[in-house]
């Protein structure tokens, strides 16, 4: 019987992953859509709202270094270390998981974050994560580092019909990716995972915490100095307003990691 189960298990496993999508293509090529755009979209039309997408591809050069370090150390500070998933995280989650009885927030790395944005949607279910697994390992096994970088600053949502760094630095400061401030990519970071309730006119509290906890982990990991830090800090300030008051915003996250 126990050997009956395992071919059943192995076999349900087998039909569920085998019409993943590979990521050779990605190597060169851009995707014309993704999966969150599309659901976006289809969101959209069902509460009768035309969809909105603002996305401009650009190169990776093409965006201020203290921007891209904001994005890592804030969604992925061992980016370059794993393999696609990082296990320390995964494994605290799926104690959480089993302790509260449901999958929530957590482990995801950028690269993960990339497939689930490419691929899938944004459901929390078991089965949409293990797909999630397997796509990020195709990911890293068909593209360098920087492509996926790439990819994922171009995809990744900013906001409502945002998607992609310079949609939304031109959204939220008028200015392009290469223009980005420390601040303003501080700011930019901490409005993930949650960009549509994190805005930086939402009056979010969760965003000004997160924004002055990124400038913090960009002076510790020697991103930037101890004047650029102050500077950004008062920057954060000066475009989210001081200390707004508790309540403003939400902290739940968007995209169903």
């Known amino acids: 019987m126990f050997v009956g189960v395992l071919v059943l298990g192995v076999g349900t496993a087998a039909l569920t992953f085998a019409g993943l999508p590979d990521a050779d293509s990605l190597a060169k090529e851009n995707p014309k859509t993704t999966a969150l755009i599309e659901q976006r979209a289809a969101e959209a039309r069902e509460a009768g709202r035309k969809p909105r997408r603002r996305q401009q591809w650009v190169p990776l050069s093409a965006v201020s270094k203290p921007a891209v370090d904001a994005v890592l150390l804030s969604e992925d500070a061992s980016f370059y270390l794993h393999d696609g998933v990082d296990t320390v995280e995964l ?49 890293e096994e068909a593209l ?27 959204e939220h400061f008028g200015v392009s990716a290469s223009q980005l401030s420390v601040a303003q990519g501080a700011v930019l970071a901490a409005m993930l995972p949650s960009p549509r309730k994190r805005s930086p006119s939402s009056g ?25 830090a102050e500077a950004a800090h008062a920057e954060v300030d000066r475009l989210l307003g001081r200390a707004p008051a508790d309540g403003g915003g939400d902290d739940a996250d968007d995209d169903g990691s």
């Open 204 to 228: 979010s509290r969760a965003l000004w915490k997160h924004a002055h906890h990124v400038v913090d982990a960009l002076k510790t990991y020697k991103r930037i100095s101890a004047a650029q």
């Open 144 to 170: 360098t580092k920087q492509r996926i970088l790439t990819l994922y600053l171009n995809v990744v949502e900013w906001g409502n019909g945002v998607y992609g760094i310079e949609a939304g630095a031109r």
């Open 91 to 139: 494994a605290r989650a799926v104690g959480q998981a089993v302790e509260k009885g449901e999958l929530g927030r957590g482990a995801s790395t950028l690269t993960q974050q990339l497939a689930k944005n490419l691929w899938l949607s944004t459901d929390r279910s078991l089965t949409r994560k293990l797909k999630e697994l397997v796509l990020a390992h195709r990911l």
